[in-house]
């Protein structure tokens, strides 16, 4: 077990993270902490695991992708919690840890032992990380369930997404457990920075809903600031004209114009320079005012050519534009572009598992992939003879 940092190792090393969570907001900040060099310890139910260990299909070489996409740089060691020796070692764990990760009910690990009051203790120094669905404040917001796409519902997000008169439509991934996995990360970096100087951990709380509306962005400033309710305006963006997709003569595209000069070149690039000196388009808000008309001209104009002539013209021109990539596309394009976005992390069993790079970039301690996602119980035998059993 690490406990001083080496040379040329992550910024993280030496940090020993205690993962107890599952699905998804813990198990990806618990991961991006392990690519920035954390020691990331899985702790999982006997016999069954993490729940995304069965949600499948995609399956490689029998491992569901999805797992394997949250859970790579960590060893896995099962215990049961209502086992009296599994608890002591839980326990054990905790106490050595630096960081530990939980995302069960409000309340659920303080029976094991487990909560933060019990540990801090024992352990001054541990950063708890406590991920919720809707908080802890009232009975109520403890026993809700914690789900992205109720979320995703709840927090407003869906009532702003799809086309207008259409039915509220959630995003393709599951978005919110994703940002409430980068703001615990954040929470517990900076927890870990206050540590350094004082020497003293603390409790880090976020939850699903607190990210969800903090994630609504402008959306929600509208909302406090003029009490606007925005509603789903499909494609087009509620304070920016135009900033939406469009169909061209094959497929659809996006031109993503954030100003008044930019909407000279977009006139420009479609021999429409008369549009410049429209009052109803000289100034963004009042392209926002006359929103449809504008949508009429330019939709009637961009139906003349192709995607790709148009996003390589409008992209001359100075224009932001660019097609909709599929997944697989965009991956190409990604690496068209030097990012290298995937990573090949061999297995012990000889084969090779592909993850999607960390986007982190940092040019003394890079983060790195050093191990692929574990099996269930993978470590076991190391763990707990480290741990004392």
Sequence with gaps: MPTTARPGAGPLDGILVADFSRVLAGPYAAMTLGDLGADVIKVERPGAGDDTRSWGPPWVDGVATYYIGLNRNKRSVTLDLGDTADRALAIELAGRADVLIENFRPGTLDRFGLGYEQLRVPNPGLVYCSITGFGAATDEAADLSGYDLLVQ???GLMSITGQPGGEPTKVGVALIDHICALQATIGVMAAL???SRTGVGQRVEVSLMGAALAALLNQASAHIGAGVVPGRLGNRHPSIAPYQTFQAADGYFVVACGNDAQFTKVATSIDR????????????????TNVDALDDILSA????????QWVDKLSRDGVPAGPINDIGQAFVTAASLGLMPVVDTATDDGGVQRTVRSP?????????????APGLGQHDTEIRRWLGA
Aim: charge should be positive; hydrophobic fraction near 40%.
């Design 273 to 288: 320079v008369d549009l410049t000196s429209d009052h109803r388009f000289v100034t963004n808000t009042a392209r926002i």
């Design 301 to 308: 104009a961009f139906a003349q050519r192709s995607v790709q």
């Design 153 to 155: 519902a709840m927090s």
């Design 360 to 372: 982190i970039g940092m040019s003394g301690t890079p983060a790195t992939v050093r191990r692929a």
């Design 193 to 195: 920075s206050v540590r």
